[in-house]
């Protein structure tokens, strides 16, 4: 159960408050991204489809990396 991103961020510090905003936020930049590339070609569908799996790559491996630095520092 710690495992969970949520609880890593909790136990790293964030609020649950925060956390939801900052859900809230992706939520909405993800919709937005994908009714603005709607009429674009199949090529930049792509494109913004790789450009959010990147970013969720590097904020899972963010989240990890900083409860591997917490961990090792307590």
Do not use: K
């Amino acid at each position: 159960h710690r495992q969970h991103a949520y609880q890593r961020l909790v136990l790293s510090g964030w609020s649950a408050r925060r956390l939801a905003l900052v859900a809230y936020a992706v939520m909405l930049a993800a919709a937005a991204s994908a009714l603005a590339v709607r009429a674009a070609g199949e090529p930049a569908q792509y494109a913004i489809l790789a450009l959010w799996c990147g970013l969720y790559a590097i904020a899972c491996f963010a989240i990890q990396r900083r409860a591997v630095v917490e961990s090792v520092s307590s």
